[in-house]
């Protein structure tokens, strides 16, 4: 039983196909990495999974359940969260404040519990203050919880972004770029963080350059080149796959 | 020294373009008064870097901005006990101010939701008022309703006037909301200045009465004051409760970034709804008490202008401060009366002070882009 | 009768499409609504007005009166661009990097701040263009054409017709259409950003200034918050016809011109206004590109 599978899914911009046809499923509990050249579609791809871009053709379920075309809330309601290659942090608000925000899908807090204040809206203000120290400690950033967020070191920010992922209690994390910007040892840290994710069930898609994190961690890794996917399997045969390696050769991919 | 020329050459240009408007005299005088300015400001940027150095630490100090969150109960007790005296400590005419006020602070604390809270810029807000004032005034000369009978009717009213102005500007990006929302406020003006045979045209509607309570009326001034006191403070807390929940936040994170409010699972197009709908409910309630101070309204009290006033309130204190609405709505009330001689420059003085505080401190007063948890 | 209103319909719509100009080149270049672009085509107005009455009461004869208007037109063009820039200068440019909500309302500050300091310095009564024209005219298809409408709408058609060749042809228009699409891209080209910036809106306050005039001319009565009312129809206009295209503002323009007379004409004058505002909405609604505009995804 497959927990994410796409069939066909194609995004044209105008005359660009951005991606097309591209077909894959995906594992409960796995952690998959997509990688290819840049403008190979990837976060086109994400934005097609996560409703932010209406698919051209093709269809997305999860769980069996057809979820193509959906608004991004619901989407995320129904248990996909995802992180951004362009960091899309609340500014303004504190690294706390960031965190508790993305909540909002699983609170239930309505209007006149706000305005009465009772008891139950009042623990569930709480409960919800202390999950968001839990994320905050489990990637790092406890110790900066009151800082407004547009102060943080950019690795930190990443980090919350991540942060705010997992506040919404998904079942499948989409991380576009987790590492991008990250010195070796914050990177070695997200690989942790990731596998430890998996013993907790949940199910990992990343895009990824740092061949040393998709190499590292990836039980399947997912090629895209301009739109399309030219290679899917392990990483070993993805390593020796000549297709890849025409594509990647020369571009600004890491390697160990 | 080649500062004091161009200053000087600057004082010369603005001299020269108001020539044509304003006749020698008075070009003489704006040109004497910008070349000493000039004089001055170059004077103290060669001898006076000690000067600077001090100002600026003034200025950071202020940069801080009041941030009274640990004495916050103790302030609004304080407060709320010198608000309560008010009549016993004032004559009439400040009474009178004081209710204005009132209106303006509710007037202020609605736009804020739209506007500091969730980034919606609301440019005809007082078609919201309008609507309101309207509301409860045809409800009472035309179908004999009571104020207190009235004004759930109203509030609905504005309220789904809100939710219909969301509908077009829901899916249009800054400037073009705040278009739309300008124009908006102005057909709702032509509409109640031409629909003579419903809202009087530009006569407008005469014989609105006072709230009743008890059987007795509340329209003398004290009694009066104390019916807005209750509404501003009602607007006031059930604002903020609402500002510090999940609601708050939702409509804080759409503004920060729409997009990543949707990817955290936050319905934009529901909570935008929600921000126009609730932000003009209470535009509604500060109609209805304008309305029933008054005792007669017409089309000029809801023009663009006044719109423009009331965002000058909320940018003034700082967007997304409810304190700072308050400040705001206080500050451009009373000035105006305070400075009653100068009451014709007041417009100019607006105009330019919306531009000055833009490039100098556009986070108002009390500098409020802080959200809540 | 539908041949008046469309010749009458024609005439105002030039004066939108003029104005609307000025606003779509600075929402091209600069992404912000020139809030206070309105005001300068009513300062157009009161200068040619005042540059006018201080030309006649030199005492020269009338012969000389096209003379007279003509350097009363081209004093009016000249101050009105020196605003214009100087406008740019204290209220936008500080703001160039600031969010977008930021230079509107300083727009918005300043647009209130030029309608009160005419009302203070003229008065708020109305000002008296001179009747020059007369009401001559001639008859075509059914319609009476004055003199003075026949020569408003060949100025406005020379006026855009110019300024399509300037943006077109020349080296400066060119820089233009570049700042408008890519600025950095542009200073790195050795473009002076500053300069086209500062040209787009002497040119678009010129634009502005003849309207002014022509208006003033046409109805002989200008008061200081005609801007306010036609920024807004102008702004319509610009929108309707794609906010950032110089032929979709020209369009735009003479088409609200249309739309007014029409429904002035055939549903009820009273409303006039409303028109433009309804026009607006709908627009926004169905296309917010507008007709020559194109719709872009945006790219996260």
Known sequence: M??????????????????????????????????????????????????????????????????????????????????????????????????????????????????????????????????????????????????????????????????????????????????AGMN????????????????????????????????????????????????????????????????CLGRGAHTV | MSDVVRGLSIALWFSLLFLPFSGFRNVFILFAVLSSYAVIISSIKRYGNPLKEKFQSVRRVVDIGVRPVRFKPLIFCATMLLLLCFPLLVGDYILDVAILTGIYSILALGLNVMVGFTGLLNLGYAAFYAIGAYGYALLNVKAGFGFWQSLPCCLVITAAAGCI??????????????????????????????????????????????????????????????????????????????????????????????????????????????????????????????????????????????????????????LGSSEGAILGALILVMLPEV??????????????????????????????????? | MFFQQFINGLTVGGVYALIALGY????????????????????????????????????????????????????????????????????????????????????????IFLQNYVMLTQGATDKVFPHLFGSHGFDLLGARITYQQAFLIILSFLMMVSLQLFVMRTRMGKAMRAVAQDKVMASLLGININSVISLTFIIGSGLAAIAGIMVAMYYGLVNYSIGYIAGIKAFTAAVLGGIGSIPGAMFGGIFLGFVESMGAGYISSE??????????????????????????????
């Open chain 2, 165 to 318: 102005l969301a509908v077009p500007a829901l899916r249009l990006k800054g400037d073009y909301l705040a278009i739309v929302t300008l124009g908006f406020g102005e057909i709702v003006r032509l509409v109640l200045n031409n629909w003579d045979s419903l809202t009087g045209g530009p006569n407008g509607i005469t014989g609105i009465a006072p709230p009743y309570l008890l059987g007795t009326s509340m329209a003398a001034l004290n009694r009066y004051y104390y019916v807005t006191l209750g509404a501003v403070t009602v607007t006031y807390i059930v604002i903020s409760r609402i500002r510090m929940s999940r609601i708050g936040r939702a409509w804080v994170a759409i503004r920060e970034d729409e997009i990543g409010a949707s990817s955290m699972g936050i319905s934009t197009i529901w909570y935008k709804l929600y921000a126009f709908a609730f932000g003009s409910f209470w535009a509604g309630l500060a109609g209805a008490l304008f309305a029933a101070k008054m005792r007669f309204i017409s089309p000029e009290s809801f023009t663009f202008m006044e719109s423009v006033l009331i965002l000058s309130m909320v940018i003034l204190g700082g």
């Open chain 3, 24 to 111: 779509t080149m600075v929402y091209g270049i600069l992404e912000l609504i020139n809030f206070a672009h309105g005001e300068i085509y009513m300062l157009g107005a009161y200068l040619g007005i005042i540059f006018l009455g201080l030309f006649t009461a030199t005492g020269l004869t009338s012969s000389s009166l096209p003379l007279l208007l003509l350097c009363s037109i081209l004093l009016s063009i000249l101050v009105c661009s020196a605003y214009g820039y100087s406008i740019e200068k204290i209220a936008y440019r500080p703001l160039r990097n600031a969010p977008r909500l930021s230079p509107l309302i300083s727009a918005i500050g300043m647009s």
């Open chain 2, 339 to 373: 400075l009653r001689e100068i009451q014709l420059y007041r417009m100019l003085a607006l105009g330019t002070g919306l531009i000055l505080i833009m490039i100098f401190r556009p986070q108002g007063f009390i500098g409020g882009l802080r959200s809540g948890t």
């Open chain 1, 184 to 247: 070796p040892q914050e990177t070695s840290g997200i690989m942790d963080l990731i596998k430890k994710l998996q013993m907790l069930g949940k199910t990992t898609l990343l895009i990824e350059h740092d061949m040393k994190v998709v190499m590292g961690i990836s039980e399947t890794i997912i090629v895209l080149d301009h739109g399309v996917k030219i290679a899917e399997g392990p990483p070993e045969k993805i390593k020796n796959d000549s297709l890849v390696i025409e594509a």
């Open chain 3, 271 to 300: 409303y006039k206004d409303a028109y433009a505002f309804l026009v607006l909405i709908v627009v926004l609604l169905i296309k917010p590109a507008g007709i020559f505009g194109r719709s872009t995804e945006e790219k996260v």
């Open chain 1, 2 to 179: 497959h927990l994410l599978e796409v069939k066909w899914l194609s995004k044209h911009f105008g005359g660009i196909k951005a991606v097309e046809d591209v077909s894959f499923k995906i594992m409960g509990g796995s952690i998959t990495s997509i990688i290819g050249p840049n403008g190979a579609g990837k976060t086109t791809l994400f934005n097609c999974l996560t409703g932010l871009s209406k698919q051209t053709k093709g269809t997305i379920m999860l769980s069996q359940r057809n979820i193509t075309g959906l608004p991004p809330h619901a989407i995320v309601r129904l248990g996909i969260a995802r992180t951004f290659q362009n960091i899309k942090l609340f500014r303004q608000m504190s690294v706390l404040e960031n965190v508790v925000v993305s909540q909002h899908s699983t609170m239930k807090g309505g209007f006149i519990d706000a305005v009465i204040r009772g008891s139950r809206f009042i623990s569930e203000e709480k409960a919800a203050r202390e999950k968001a120290r839990e994320f905050l400690a489990l990637l790092g950033l406890d110790h900066a919880a009151e800082v407004p967020s547009y102060n943080l070191p950019y690795g930190d920010q990443r980090r919350l972004e991540i942060a705010r992922a997992l506040a919404t209690e998904p079942i499948l994390l989409l991380l576009d770029e987790p590492t």
